[in-house]
């Protein structure tokens, strides 16, 4: 062991960590985020104005931002600097469990307890896109795992359920047609891939990125229509809401 600290940070999920400016983001269950210094964990910085659970914080990768999501479906991100909060968004996932940001930090990807991934832009958070990518969570004791993960160069997605599927994107989606069969709505896309099994894994290195992405063709899936919404990605300046028929 190198180095330890307590008795700050309560019920952390996930870390963090930027290499280049040797920093290390905790979300805590106190509704707090914290920065510590990667060499001797001492706490740099405390962002308290968070309400709710914390489920996740991520600092970007040059190390001047820090987004974080919370259970009461907060997106918000902060200037590491000096802990300024920069912006928000109401996510409207019914909890935000997990979230990815690119390299570039062109796109913020979020994983909601309501079955759903959704797309930001980085810069305004304008929302980009809603896509279904499992089934709801009944509970929130149903937590591990609840995955998303964004390719470095923001051309791909991954997400992984609590039932143990997992599903790959390109961005853009782009939903090519949706229509309605008895209780369920057929939702085909370009750029997805059915579901796959997770093997007690819920990463991506980057070279299985690269070796995922040449299977990438048009697909179909089938979800329940009740309470699901839809957004058809073509170029639209506005995603515009497919009805159900």
Known sequence: MIAQSRGLDVGSHR?????????????????????????DLSLERTMTNQVGFAAFAVISEDGKSIYSGSFNDDLRVYATADGSEIRKVKAKQTGVRELAVDREQTIVLTRGYDGTAKGWAARDFRHLFTVPVGKPAVTFSQKEPYRIQVSPDGSLFATAGWD??????????????????????????????????????????????????????????????????????????????????
Request: positive net charge; charged residues 25%.
């Open 15 to 39: 870390l963090s960590v930027c290499h280049s400016e040797r920093r290390v983001v905790s979300a805590s269950e106190n509704g707090r985020v914290y920065i510590w210094n990667l060499d």
């Open 164 to 245: 143990g599927e997992g599903r790959l994107f390109t961005i853009p989606l782009t939903v090519t047609s949706a229509r309605r069969e008895g209780q369920e709505m057929k939702l085909e896309w370009c750029g997805g891939r059915p579901p796959f099994r997770l093997q007690q894994r819920s990463s991506l290195s980057a070279g299985e990125w690269e070796n995922v992405s040449e299977d990438l063709t048009s697909r179909r899936l089938s979800i329940p229509v009740t309470g699901t919404r839809f957004y058809r990605i073509a170029g639209q300046p506005t995603p515009e809401p497919i009805s159900n028929p």
